[in-house]
């Protein structure tokens, strides 16, 4: 098998949901899979040995504040990411165009790439397609994304349709600068929630031909129902025999409604985010950790879970690291949180493996937790 090759071995009869294998250098990926986000080359108070022990197979960092600090030139000294970050996994970076968009009051853009100033000292910088993949290829991650335009929400229609042909242009551009043959590079689809924009970004993107497909422009404040809306028409019209990745969409509900639309791939700051004031996530929906109730349960975080933090430690000691502000209630329930969600998407495959993932689906969005999130 040559590295990324991606094999489907399951669908489900009811949906569209597929499980697969993504072969990378680092290792196969099974996916559905979500991939906890390690922004700065680091997923915020967790070690790699814990991360691999919770089940995680791909850990995501982003180009822009890499490139900012500690700088890509550092890394490639380092001998690349997984070794500068002790991962042994795959790892994903993110082209940092989002991160760089949503800063609009801060750049300057045409067409041949985007002028943007510094979050950490307000030096000005210039990138090309061509400079970004120079960056992500110095970093040495498994997979990289093309240097995209990532519109806010919600945006006019002429926004979005110059973000389309840009995102296009700058695709094609990024496909020939890209030569690094143990890294892929993934294409991807933007169009905002408008259905003629979205089919023609899938059009020209996959016109290009790529290894993978990001779908960005998501989760950027949009109802979660025209995502999904919008979402099922570019996962039927994306190629099947290449893995579809969700960006930036992370939460429980959204992730398996997503997964049941065919998509296998997806990221979200969401698990140790929320973790960090004191929210953990279960079954039932959110649980926020700060509340009086929790003060004299000595029972697990989640008794179905059996990550670390659930098997040693109560509900009533992580109140009294949240209350006090002790790091080590940030560590902990972000290790429940990763685990939680890496649990799910494990569930997801093994219902599609057996065929019944349309009821799995239907029984997740009838319980407890499904409004929730």
């Not at 067409?111 to 397609?129: A, K, L, Q």
């Not at 110059?162 to 242009?169: L, M, T």
């Not at 040693?312 to 560590?331: C, D, N, P, Q």
Request: charged letters at 20%; a negative charge; hydrophobic letters at 40%.
């Amino acid at each position: 098998m040559r590295f990324f090759d991606y094999s489907i071995t399951a669908t489900d009869p009811a949906t569209s949901a597929r499980r697969g294998t993504l072969h990378t250098p680092h290792g196969p990926v099974e996916t559905p899979v979500f991939m906890p986000v390690g922004t700065r080359a680091t997923v915020k108070g967790v070690t790699a040995p814990q991360l691999l022990d919770i089940g995680a197979q791909v850990v995501l960092a982003n180009t822009y504040h890499l490139f900012l600090r500690p700088g890509h030139d550092l890394i490639a000294e380092a001998g690349g990411l997984h070794a500068f970050m002790n991962w042994d996994g795959a790892i994903l970076t993110d082209s940092g165009g989002f991160q760089i968009f949503s800063l609009a009051d801060t750049l300057s853009l045409d067409d041949d790439g985007v002028r943007f100033r510094s979050i950490v000292d307000g030096v000005w910088h210039s990138w090309t397609p061509e400079d970004n993949m120079a960056v992500q290829q110095a970093l040495g991650a498994d997979i990289a994304m093309v240097l995209d335009v990532c519109p806010p929400y919600p945006a006019s229609e002429h926004e979005v349709a110059e973000a389309v042909r840009r995102s296009a242009s700058w695709a094609a551009r990024c496909k020939t600068a890209h030569h690094r043959e143990d890294q892929a590079l993934f294409g991807i689809v933007q169009g905002g929630l408008y259905p003629d924009l979205r089919a023609e970004s899938v059009e020209r993107t996959a016109e290009i031909g790529f290894p993978g497909y990001g779908i960005g422009g998501y989760s950027v404040g949009e109802p979660h129902d025209a995502m999904l809306e919008s979402l099922e028409p570019v996962c039927a019209a994306l190629p099947r025999e290449r893995p579809r990745y969700l960006m930036g969409v992370g939460t429980p509900t959204s992730m398996l409604r997503a997964i049941g639309l065919g998509v296998d791939m997806f990221d979200c700051v969401l698990p140790t985010r929320t973790a960090r004031t004191g929210t953990a996530l279960s079954s039932n929906g959110r649980m926020n950790l700060k509340n009086a109730r929790y003060a004299r349960d000595f029972t697990p975080l989640d008794p179905s879970c059996s990550c670390p933090t659930c098997t040693g430690y109560t509900r009533a000691y992580l109140r009294h690291l949240v209350v006090m502000k002790e790091m080590l209630g940030s560590i902990l329930i972000s290790i429940h949180n990763l685990a939680f969600l890496l649990d799910l998407m494990s569930e997801a495959r093994t219902a599609i493996e057996e065929g019944r993932y349309g009821a799995f689906l239907a029984e997740w969005m009838s319980g407890p937790g499904a409004d929730d999130y």
